[in-house]
């Protein structure tokens, strides 16, 4: 994997910013004047550079071009057709995937990915094992469902909102940890993640346990129905001859 940086361009709109509020509340007809809004831009520059960091990105390293290889000389089997085993196993070949099981699949490893790049860039015990079973419950819930992709309905909301919304908190949290510095704004929007991530926790594992309610169920009818049957067959209890 290979990382691409991509610069941030808040910090060049809050200059702008400055500027404009400078020219409407300001004043601009001295150089002195001139001199301390540049040095008032470079100082919300350099603040914004901390708020709203560069971000890298994992690039996918290119695959090399497979190597061409020399045809086999054909064998005698071949020559003379294929046998009745090499049929079947032809005929047994796995389809591949289809695009909604591929993109699950392609997601699953993209969030697993970031959540352990965060793991390792978060220093704080508690959050690291919130993120930990973060990351256990997507990745069971993202395999259940390319497993058995009539489930995908199940997970749309999980999907469309709740994962990348936490990645979102997660990731807004990681910058401002990595600011080092403490003040209202930054430390009260910390508290509020650490206090709503046990909740997500807890709703990642729900959402991973409601998709075997269907199962649990079917199991639940099979289970009455064999007691009833074991009971009228008279086979309810283990029968032991009467002791001596």
Not at 98 to 123: H, M, P, T
Not at 124 to 152: C, F, M, N, Y
Not at 214 to 221: F, H, K, P
Request: charged letters at 20%.
């Amino acid at each position: 994997m290979s990382y691409q940086k991509k610069k941030s361009v808040l910090p060049i709109y809050l200059i702008g910013v400055v500027w404009l509020l400078w020219a409407l509340f300001g004043s601009l007809t001295r150089p002195t004047q001139y001199i301390l809004a540049a040095l008032t831009s470079l100082a919300v520059y350099y603040l914004g550079k901390i708020l709203f960091p560069d971000r890298a990105y994992q690039m996918p390293d290119p695959q090399p071009a497979p190597a061409q290889s020399q045809p086999a000389e054909p064998s005698p089997q071949t020559q003379t057709g294929q046998t009745q085993g090499d049929k079947t196993q032809d005929s047994q070949t796995q389809p591949a995937p289809s695009g909604e099981v591929a993109a699950l699949l392609q997601e699953r490893d993209r969030a697993l990915s970031e959540l352990r790049r965060l793991n390792d860039a978060i220093d704080d015990p508690k959050i690291s094992s919130q993120i930990l079973r973060l990351e256990h419950a997507a990745g069971q819930i993202l395999s259940q469902v390319s497993q058995e992709p009539d489930k995908l309905p199940q997970i749309r909301t999980f999907l469309q909102y709740y994962l990348p919304t936490t990645l979102k908190l997660l990731n807004a949290y990681d910058r401002m940890d990595e600011a080092g510095i403490s003040g209202v704004n930054i430390d009260g929007t910390k508290g509020k993640i650490e206090e709503i991530l046990e909740r997500i926790c807890l709703a990642f594992e729900r959402q991973l346990d409601a998709l075997y309610g269907a199962e649990a169920l079917d199991i639940s009818t099979d289970i009455t129905v064999m007691e009833q049957m074991l009971a009228q067959e008279g086979l309810a209890g283990p029968q032991f001859p009467p002791k001596t």
